[in-house]
C-alpha cells in the first residue's frame, strides 16, 4: 500500500506563485510517472503536469511556460511550483503518482488534494 501526503496550496493574490509537494511513502518499489491533476469549481478533473521517471514533462496548455513539475526520486516526491497565477487557476490540486510495489503489483496513489485559490 502506497500514501500521498500533499502539502502547499492556500490562498495567493492573481499574480503570485504557490508551490505545492506530494511525498509517496509505503511499500514502493519504482516510480515511474508522477503528475498533478486539479479540478475547478463544476468541472471535471484535469491534467496540469506530468514527469516521467525519465524526467520527461508535460504540460497543459493552460498551465504552460508558468507552472513547473520537478522530481525527487530519493524521496519519493513531486513538487509543482506555480508562477503567474490567475483566478482561473483556483482549483483544488491533486498529484498522482503510479509505479511498482515492492510485493510485485503496481499501484495508482491520489493524494487528499489541496486547495488553491487565487484571488484578491
Known amino acids: 500500500q502506497v500514501q500521498l501526503v500533499e502539502s502547499g496550496g492556500g490562498l495567493v493574490q492573481p499574480g503570485g506563485s504557490l508551490s505545492l509537494s506530494c511525498a509517496a511513502s509505503g511499500r514502493i518499489f519504482s516510480i515511474y510517472a508522477m503528475g498533478w491533476y486539479r479540478q475547478r469549481p463544476g468541472k471535471q478533473r484535469e491534467l496540469v503536469a506530468t514527469?516521467?521517471?525519465?524526467?520527461?514533462?508535460n504540460y497543459s496548455d493552460s498551465v504552460k511556460g508558468r507552472f513547473t513539475i520537478s522530481r525527487d526520486n530519493a524521496k519519493n516526491t513531486v513538487y509543482l511550483q506555480m508562477d503567474s497565477l490567475s483566478p482561473e487557476d483556483t482549483a483544488v490540486y491533486y498529484c498522482?503518482?503510479?509505479?511498482?510495489?515492492?510485493?510485485?503489483?503496481?499501484?495508482?496513489?491520489w493524494g487528499q488534494g489541496t486547495q488553491v485559490t487565487v484571488s484578491s
Open positions: 514527469v516521467s521517471s525519465g524526467a520527461t514533462t
Open positions: 498522482n503518482i503510479r509505479g511498482y510495489s515492492d510485493y510485485g503489483g503496481g499501484f495508482n496513489s
